[in-house]
């Protein structure tokens, strides 16, 4: 094995692998919210205590174990880094006290910087002022905007059309959707490249891109990991599953939303205009209680998921609330036709929803999109392995 101080790669020397290592990597880790995790001396006992752990998946000391030795792709190429729910159940039977979560929670950050296009994520998860830099200025931009274009200010009766036409929204929706979906499929296609290496190495790969299993595996996948949640049920206490399912269900409710509104306004959907606005009053009052319950468990930190959190986890969080709770308000300013307060808070709305979205494909957002694509390549790796099994039995039995 050959050891350099670059970035981690494979190199061919006859017919075996030589592993360049990256003796940076842990330390890389440590400042993304690691702090304590060169006490570990890989004693097994977080994977001993670790609900999620299989034959398969030795959460978490697999992981810390490539980053101790500088395996950069062994790292970024694990399924299993996407799986973690953080439930604490490792740090807290630590006899190191290495905190092994956080660093599940940091090396995910990792991950998530270096699958980003254009070193975006790199720049925002590495300096709080290039962080906070970009959402003000993206605000101030959106200010700016609104002040100069919104149209007429009706005081008499709530008018959203003159005030910002909608077709302006729509607009300016649109091109924000086609950035953030091309930034979020480039960073998909990055990871998936890095995890297919780690999946496809156990079986078949014949087998796994076979369309049954495919198919197969993305039911499962969504109604087991999206719809459900089951592993994070399985991983947490029933109050924190429940704030997390409101939580993601509200979001995935306001997008649906904002969709048939925008299919009734831009193509006349015929569609009561109350069945939208029924559906965000409902899930913009999820999304509010789960980001209100994992605010408050954060400012408290009783909880080892919550004793630390990154700054752009605090914005994440912050940024969801903001967007709940001024839908919220908005629908409520409308219905009792109060307009100066409405307006001021559709503009609040607008900013917050575009600052969570801008940098959605860059932050901990994306771990929406990242984990089920690793949990469906893990599921299609299982389902290839009961299929390999099957045939090997076959064949003895013959």
């Known amino acids: 094995m050959k050891r350099a101080t670059g970035s981690t790669s494979w190199q061919k020397e006859g017919d075996e692998l030589a592993v360049i290592v990256n003796p940076n990597l842990l330390g890389e880790i440590k400042k993304l919210g690691a702090f304590d995790i060169s006490a570990c001396f890989n004693c097994g006992n977080c994977t001993a205590v670790c609900p999620l752990s299989t034959e398969d998946e030795a959460f978490p000391r697999k992981m810390i174990r490539y980053a101790a030795v500088g395996l950069k792709d062994k790292l970024l190429s694990s399924a299993e880094l996407w799986s973690c729910d953080y439930c604490g159940e490792c740090t807290e039977t630590c006899p190191r006290s290495a905190d092994p979560g956080a660093f599940m929670m940091a090396a995910r950050r990792y991950a998530i910087k270096k699958y980003s296009w254009g070193r975006i994520s790199d720049a925002m998860y590495s300096s709080k002022i290039a962080f906070y830099g970009s959402l003000a200025a993206l605000s101030l931009f959106l200010v700016a905007?609104?002040?100069m274009f919104h149209g007429p200010v009706d005081l008499s009766s709530v008018n959203m059309y003159t005030f910002i036409p909608m077709d302006a929204v729509d607009r300016t929706?649109?091109?924000?959707?086609?950035?953030?979906?091309?930034?979020?499929?480039?960073?998909?296609?990055?990871?998936?490249?890095?995890?297919?290496?780690h999946t496809n190495e156990f079986s078949n790969p014949k087998v796994i891109k076979s369309l049954p299993s495919k198919?197969?595996?993305l039911f499962k996948m969504i109604v087991n990991e999206v719809a459900l949640q089951k592993r994070f049920h399985d991983c947490s206490d029933s109050n924190r599953y429940w704030a997390h399912?409101?939580?993601?269900?509200?979001?995935?409710?306001?997008?649906?939303?904002?969709?048939?509104?925008?299919m009734i306004d831009a193509y006349s959907l015929q569609l009561s205009y109350y069945v939208p606005r029924g559906l965000g009053i409902v899930a913009g009052l999820a999304l509010t209680y789960g980001s209100v319950y994992f605010i408050y468990?954060?400012?408290?930190?009783?909880e080892e998921y919550a004793s630390y959190s990154h700054f752009s986890d605090w914005t994440f969080l912050l940024l969801l609330l903001l967007v709940g709770v001024t839908g919220f308000l908005l629908d409520l300013f409308m219905f009792a036709d109060f307009p100066l307060a409405a307006y001021v808070t559709y503009a609040v709305h607008l900013i917050a929803v575009f600052n969570l979205l801008i940098i959605a494909p860059f932050t901990k957002f994306v771990h929406?999109?990242?984990?089920?694509?690793?949990?469906?390549?893990?599921?299609s790796n299982?389902?290839?392995k009961k299929y390999e099994l099957k045939q090997e039995l076959m064949q003895t039995a013959a």
Do not use: C, H
């Open 173 to 197: 929706g649109l091109l924000m959707g086609v950035f953030v979906g091309l930034s979020a499929l480039a960073n998909l296609v990055i990871m998936n490249r890095y995890v297919s290496q």
């Open 297 to 302: 468990k954060r400012f408290k930190g009783k």
């Open 245 to 262: 399912l409101l939580l993601v269900w509200g979001f995935l409710g306001l997008l649906a939303a904002t969709t048939l509104d925008y």
């Open 368 to 379: 929406a999109l990242y984990r089920p694509l690793a949990l469906l390549m893990q599921e």
């Open 382 to 384: 299982q389902i290839a």
């Open 145 to 147: 905007i609104i002040m």
């Open 215 to 217: 198919f197969e595996a």
